[in-house]
T-cell receptor, first 113, second 114 residues
Framework: AQSVSQHNHHVILSEAASLELGCNYSYGGTVNLFWYVQYPGQHLQLLLKYFSGDPLVKGIKGFEAEFIKSKFSFNLRKPSVQWSDTAEYFCAVLSSGTYKYIFGTGTRLKVLA | EAGVAQSPRYKIIEKRQSVAFWCNPISGHATLYWYQQILGQGPKLLIQFQNNGVVDDSQLPKDRFSAERLKGVDSTLKIQPAKLEDSAVYLC????????????FGPGTRLTVL
């Protein structure tokens, strides 16, 4: 069965620290990849997405993610986090075969001012 | 543009009671999704509509859950009868198509079953 794994459930960083959140998926075919974010008290919203082309994609608020096909990974990065990045981050995969979204369990990030 | 609307925002019921949730997607969005998000987990797709037709309901517990989108616009999700394990946030999302475009999420309905 297809699945999405997010290795870190809780991450605590100080402001200006670098961030990398892991995401691995299990599906051998073509995929579309997403990172969604949920800020406290707000709706889930799209941070960035990968469909094809350059495997390094840039999203809003300085976030980027790199698709490494050989590792079935789509890790999220930010060179310097801010207090306002405190949120829950979800990786999601849409397989070309089923067009069904599968979300990871989420990573709760807390940034200390 | 107006976002995805959901109501109610919160609902507390006792087990074996029934409950219904309502969702109004973004105008013009053909695809509508219902997700269940249990505390500590990611959203799990329950059902996906394309206009008023069901595309995927493989993870919908059909013995107690039902959903409809009669006119291809708003949708209702019903649970009858509810169980304790149905306590979760129920999220509605919509997208312009089912081919992988961005999903826009509503605020969710937090259901507590006592």
């Amino acid at each position: 069965a297809q699945s999405v794994s997010q290795h870190n459930h809780h991450v605590i960083l100080s402001e200006a620290a670098s961030l990398e959140l892991g995401c691995n998926y299990s599906y051998g075919g073509t995929v579309n990849l997403f990172w969604y974010v949920q800020y406290p008290g707000q709706h889930l919203q799209l941070l960035l997405k990968y469909f094809s082309g350059d495997p390094l994609v840039k999203g809003i608020k300085g976030f980027e993610a790199e698709f490494i096909k050989s590792k079935f990974s789509f890790n999220l990065r930010k060179p310097s986090v801010q207090w306002s990045d405190t949120a829950e981050y979800f990786c999601a995969v849409l397989s070309s075969g089923t067009y069904k979204y599968i979300f990871g369990t989420g990573t709760r990030l807390k940034v200390l001012a | 543009e107006a976002g995805v609307a959901q109501s109610p925002r919160y609902k507390i019921i006792e087990k074996r009671q029934s409950v219904a949730f309502w969702c109004n997607p973004i105008s013009g969005h053909a695809t509508l999704y219902w997700y269940q998000q249990i505390l500590g987990q990611g959203p799990k797709l329950l059902i996906q509509f394309q206009n008023n037709g069901v595309v995927d309901d493989s993870q919908l517990p059909k013995d107690r859950f039902s959903a409809e989108r009669l006119k291809g616009v708003d949708s209702t999700l019903k649970i009858q009868p509810a169980k304790l394990e149905d306590s979760a946030v129920y999220l509605c999302a919509s997208s312009s198509d089912s081919l992988g475009n961005e999903q826009f999420f509503g605020p969710g309905t937090r259901l507590t079953v006592l």
